[in-house]
């Protein structure tokens, strides 16, 4: 008898590096590796975590009743058509487990969020990547990897960690070109920073259509990483897929009263949005002046690129040295890159003087 082994595709899993939270004989002065708010979280959210600390003996409600009520107010949806999560990364594996098994493709772009192929092999499935263009989901090269064993395309719209976008005409027509059978996974985990006009996050797709969801995330601009809370936003028949595979309890009592706390502080919310709005521009302007190639970003990151593997290292090596961590992403494929954080003004501006000494001295 040989010892237990694992499903096929689990050994195929190269396991998710999160970004670095320390750094070895250094205080950290910026952690700008994991896309976290700039702000922290919000006051009243922390307060309404604080008082839970009392009821933690009891289990929390199943179905996050409160919370997704408050996500319909806010962001006008019906929450019979909401399931809440232990991040948007727990939907997003349970949206995998429901819909792809062995034989199973599931399409996602070049650059595109980790978890999508990984979620893949761990169901079983074939992650199938499509080359992007100028490090942008190209809708086209999406379209001509679908097959018969296509079940589920992921696109992370804002994507992480390139930073680009696509308009909601392209969405449509990726959606448009997909059959109907396959499953549209729309991951809009940084919707909340962008404002271009010609963005929509995937609510009005989601509306029109039954193969399509929506993932979101309180990780980033309401800064609740820590607690673990994302939502989908899906057709009926989805939802109720979703009900019967969660956990009954996936989403903890602290995470759903600090996310109902975070939603109605819109003060707080405005604030980590004027802060990227005034911050990324600010950095991609200086980096560009330093002769560094950041990309256009819409998220509250920026993806800075190089020019070599080796050089991309030493200014990471740099940053590191001065108190601040970026993140490494030869994992996405992008090894002469950099993803850095937006953070607070002194934290920006901390880079910035980092990495102009490295330009300096190298
Ligand atoms: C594109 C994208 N999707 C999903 C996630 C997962 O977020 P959560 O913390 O909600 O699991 C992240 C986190 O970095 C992300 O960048």
Redesign the pocket.
């Known amino acids: 008898m040989s010892a237990p082994s694992p499903r096929p595709g689990i050994m195929k899993i190269a396991p998710y590096v999160p970004g670095k939270d320390s750094i070895e004989g250094k205080v950290t002065i910026a952690k700008l590796s994991?896309?976290e708010g700039a702000l922290g979280p919000s006051p009243k959210a922390m307060a309404a975590y604080a008082k839970a600390a009392a009821e933690l003996h009891r289990y929390p409600d199943g179905d996050s009743t409160n919370l997704r009520a408050a996500i319909g107010r806010h962001y006008g949806l019906d929450p019979k058509r909401i399931v809440c999560g232990a991040?948007?990364?727990e939907l997003?594996n349970l949206l995998v487990r429901a819909y792809c098994g062995p034989g199973d493709e599931l399409i996602y772009s070049q650059h595109g969020?980790l978890?999508y192929a990984i979620n893949a092999l761990g169901a079983g499935a074939t992650p199938v990547a499509a080359t992007e263009t100028d490090y942008r989901a190209d809708v086209d090269a999406l379209l001509a990897k679908v097959s018969d064993r296509t079940r589920m395309v992921c696109l992370?719209n804002p994507n992480?960690p390139t930073g680009s976008y696509l308009a909601k005409e392209d969405v449509r027509r990726l959606h448009a070109g997909l059959p109907r059978n396959v499953l549209l996974v729309i991951?809009a985990?940084y919707a909340e920073y962008v404002s271009r006009n010609d963005y929509e996050s995937g609510v009005e797709l989601v509306d029109q259509a039954d193969n399509v969801v929506m993932t979101r995330?309180f990780?980033k601009i309401y800064g609740l990483?820590g607690v673990?809370l994302?939502w989908m936003y899906a057709p009926a028949a989805i939802v109720d897929v979703i009900n019967r595979l969660r956990q009954p309890f996936n989403v903890t009592l602290p995470a759903q009263v600090a996310g109902v706390a975070a939603l109605e502080d819109i003060a707080h919310s405005d604030a980590s949005r004027t802060n990227n709005d005034i911050w990324l521009p600010w950095l991609s302007a200086e980096l560009t002046k330093l002769g560094l190639k950041p990309l256009p970003s819409v998220g509250n990151f920026i993806l800075v690129g190089f020019g070599s593997k080796e050089r991309a290292q030493a200014a990471n090596d740099q940053m590191m040295n001065d108190g601040l961590i970026p993140r490494l992403v030869a994992g996405y494929g992008l090894p002469e890159h950099l993803r850095i954080t937006i953070g607070s003004e002194a934290e920006v501006k901390v880079v910035r003087d980092s990495l102009a000494r490295f330009v300096a001295s190298s």
């Open positions: 994991s896309n991040g948007s990364d997003l969020f978890m992370a992480n991951d985990a995330t990780s990483g673990r994302g």
